[in-house]
């Protein structure tokens, strides 16, 4: 397809289940974000990729959670040992540009993650 | 205090009044994106600015660097506008985007 590409959109994990989501980005963006969205809040930053680097992974909450692009294309977002509080929207976004250059953004339809 | 808020969270109007939603942020940015997000849907782009003002449609946003401000309004608003609208600021020399809570706007017909 043409847009950013998340799967899967909805995942249901009992607590301590390994989980991974995948990012399928805009084909030639060189920038990846990953974002987690809790219910009624707004997008919280994780990582950033650019091509296969990870350039920036502040916003990674916890050693559990563990981003990579080895190829720098697709993207995938693991999460060991799942707890409750990870429970959230897990958006991909992609960009054309280079870091230091802001260019627009396209998101994914985003992976539910629910963990009971 | 957020770097980036939003007001109104909630915003209710009659279809067809113009409507105005503020962003203010308090850190350094490159640019600031307007996006959309329908419930139970991603998020769409609808704006990226660094300066002055952008139309697209019914749609403005406009931004002042100096007072950190932003506003995004829409004419003729319909009820198909209704959605959660997010402003978010790409923080200076990073590609790190901060987000604000969002506003969630609800047209009636």
């Known amino acids: 397809g043409a847009g950013v590409s998340q799967s899967p959109r909805y995942k249901v994990a009992k607590r301590g289940q390994d989980v991974a989501l995948r990012c399928d980005p805009i084909?030639?963006?060189?920038?990846l974000f990953w974002y987690q969205q809790a219910l009624g809040q707004g997008p919280e930053f994780l990582t950033y990729?650019?091509?296969?680097?990870?350039?920036?992974k502040s916003g990674l909450p916890s050693d559990r959670f563990f981003a990579e692009r080895p190829e720098g294309s697709v993207s995938t977002l693991k999460i060991q040992r799942t707890q409750q509080e990870d429970s959230a929207v897990y958006l991909c976004?992609?960009?054309?540009?280079?870091?230091?250059?802001?260019?627009?953004?396209?998101f994914g339809e985003g992976s539910r993650l629910t963990v009971l | 205090k957020n770097e980036v808020e939003q007001s109104p969270q909630n915003l209710t109007a009659q279809e067809g009044e113009f409507i105005t939603i503020n962003c203010s942020y308090s850190v350094g940015i490159s640019a600031l994106h307007w996006l959309q997000q329908h419930p139970g849907g991603g998020i769409v782009s609808l704006f990226m600015l660094s300066s002055g003002k952008k139309k697209h449609g019914r749609l403005i946003a406009t931004i002042n660097i100096q007072e950190k401000h932003s506003s995004l309004h829409i004419t003729a608003s319909h009820p198909r506008d209704s959605a959660v609208y997010i402003c978010?600021?790409?923080?200076?020399?990073?590609?790190?985007?901060?987000f604000g809570q969002g506003t969630r706007l609800t047209i009636n017909p």
């Open positions: 978010a600021a790409l923080i200076q020399g990073a590609q790190k985007l901060v």
């Open positions: 990729f650019q091509n296969e680097a990870q350039l920036d």
């Open positions: 084909s030639g963006h060189v920038s």
């Open positions: 976004a992609s960009s054309l540009v280079w870091t230091g250059m802001p260019g627009e953004l396209f």
